[in-house]
């Protein structure tokens, strides 16, 4: 992932980004899951809920920003630097959870990512996660693809979003058996007056490369002043998340 985390702006301002994996947890079945890794984990929020439901839960995360404040403030737990693309655990676990990671992996690398999730899981082991499925955050990339067209730049969408069906099959490909899986839309408050300014800042880097820092101030500001019939809402800034939720498990079945 070539994305350069600003690690504390992200856990004092983005914390709904873990707030809304809580719920995600509760799909771990609790009878046969010990030892849960937490793939992606960021700074660690859900990793540290994930051990206050009993697991024995550790993380792993690409971001060295990130992985220090997961360090900092839960020196209790286990904190791994690797690539979820490419990662061999010691010891097999029981489960393996992941919110709000995925969208991030470019789609040709996403067979990587399933196969080493396959092989450190156990026989009976789950695989629960969470992340951008097909349709997220549409109406902020069509805005701002339009606003970069209109000035002569191209603008390549920075995420992998897909859809259900699509992802289903990319897992019964690797040796999955899908035994959950919905899509759904989830308008998300955005902390701030410049919430939807802030939160393009934060999670959109790689489309500005060839663009002018006064340049990318003026796009920012078109595109939010475009979408503020349909993303400020009673004075609050949403975006338009859709949620792609799935669990699955090592096929076992025989046919
Ligand atoms: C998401 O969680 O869906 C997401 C967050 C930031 C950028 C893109 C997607």
Same mark, same amino acid.
């Given at each position: 992932m070539n994305f350069k985390w600003d690690a504390e702006t992200y856990t004092n301002q983005f914390s709904f980004v873990p707030r809304y994996g809580t719920d995600l947890i509760d799909l771990i079945d609790t009878k046969s899951s010990k030892s849960v890794l937490d793939?992606?984990?960021?700074?660690?929020? =859900?990793?540290?809920?994930?051990?206050?439901?009993?697991?024995?839960?550790?993380?792993?995360?690409?971001?060295?920003? =990130?992985?220090?404040?997961?360090?900092?403030?839960?020196?209790? =737990?286990?904190?791994?630097?690797?690539?979820?693309?490419?990662? *061999?655990?010691?010891? *097999?676990?029981?489960?393996?959870?992941?919110?709000?990671?995925?969208?991030?992996?470019?789609?040709?690398?996403?067979?990587?990512?399933?196969?080493?999730?396959?092989?450190?899981?156990?026989?009976?082991?789950?695989?629960?996660?969470?992340?951008?499925?097909?349709?997220?955050?549409?109406?902020?990339?069509?805005?701002? *693809?339009?606003?970069?067209?209109?000035?002569?730049?191209?603008?390549?969408?920075?995420?992998?979003?897909?859809?259900?069906?699509?992802?289903?099959?990319?897992?019964? *490909?690797?040796?999955?058996?899908?035994t959950y899986a919905v899509l759904f839309d989830r308008m998300t408050e955005l902390a701030g007056e410049e919430g939807l300014a802030d939160w393009i800042r934060m999670f959109i880097q790689a489309p500005w490369e060839n663009i002018p820092e006064s340049e990318k101030n003026d796009i920012i500001r078109e595109t939010v002043g475009k979408l503020r019939s349909a993303l400020l809402i009673h004075g609050k800034w949403y975006a338009d998340y859709v949620r792609l939720r799935m669990k699955a498990k090592k096929k076992s079945r025989l046919n």
């Open positions: 793939l992606g984990c960021g700074n660690g929020v =859900l990793t540290k809920q994930l051990s206050e439901r009993g697991f024995k839960a550790f993380g792993l995360d690409a971001s060295p920003e =990130l992985l220090q404040i997961a360090r900092r403030n839960y020196p209790e =737990l286990v904190f791994l630097l690797g690539d979820a693309v490419n990662f *061999k655990l010691p010891e *097999k676990v029981d489960a393996v959870f992941s919110n709000a990671v995925f969208h991030w992996i470019p789609e040709e690398k996403q067979p990587d990512l399933l196969r080493c999730v396959y092989d450190c899981l156990n026989g009976q082991g789950q695989f629960v996660f969470e992340f951008g499925g097909f349709g997220n955050n549409a109406l902020i990339h069509r805005a701002l *693809k339009e606003e970069f067209y209109r000035r002569g730049y191209s603008y390549t969408m920075p995420f992998y979003f897909p859809t259900l069906g699509t992802y289903a099959s990319l897992l019964e *490909k690797i040796g999955f058996e899908v």
